[in-house]
Nanobody, 127 residues
Framework: QVQLVESGGGLVQAGDSLRLSCAASGRTASKYAMGWFRQVPGKEREFLSAISRNGKNTYYADFVKGRFTISRDNSKDEVYLEMNSLNPEDTANYYC????????????????????WGQGTQVTVSS
């Protein structure tokens, strides 16, 4: 079992950048495929980006391609989401997720693929 803690959210202005971090407990992050999602109250949680266990494969939702970058540092048990050119529509609670998986190169893009979730970090973008 792994526990996930997100950080790095906050209030920013349109056009600004933020870097979210997700710390995984247990020094076993390398065994997990990871992903980032976000949710606005009253709406479903939506996929943003995923990264394979070994960090070699990444996958993005079309609407964040070119703006968001996912990465991981397994030596630190951390996953990151670099977000650029933020706009008010990016305002949401951002969650990281993990799935223990055998295959090193697999990326997962559905909420139902993941077994573990963090508590979320709020990102608010003002216009």
């Amino acid at each position: 079992q792994v526990q996930l803690v997100e950080s790095g959210g906050g209030l920013v202005q349109a056009g600004d950048s933020l870097r979210l971090s997700c710390a995984a407990s247990g020094r076993t992050a390398s065994k997990y495929a990871m992903g980032w999602f976000r949710q606005v109250p009253g709406k479903e949680r939506e996929f943003l980006s995923a990264i394979s266990r070994n960090g070699k494969n990444t996958y993005y939702a079309d609407f964040v391609k070119g703006r968001f970058t996912i990465s991981r540092d397994n030596s630190k048990d951390e996953v990151y989401l670099e977000m650029n050119s933020l706009n008010p529509e990016d305002t949401a609670n951002y969650y990281c997720a993990a799935k223990r998986i055998v295959f090193e190169n697999t990326v997962l893009a559905r909420t139902t693929d993941y077994d573990y979730w963090g508590q979320g970090t709020q990102v608010t973008v003002s216009s």
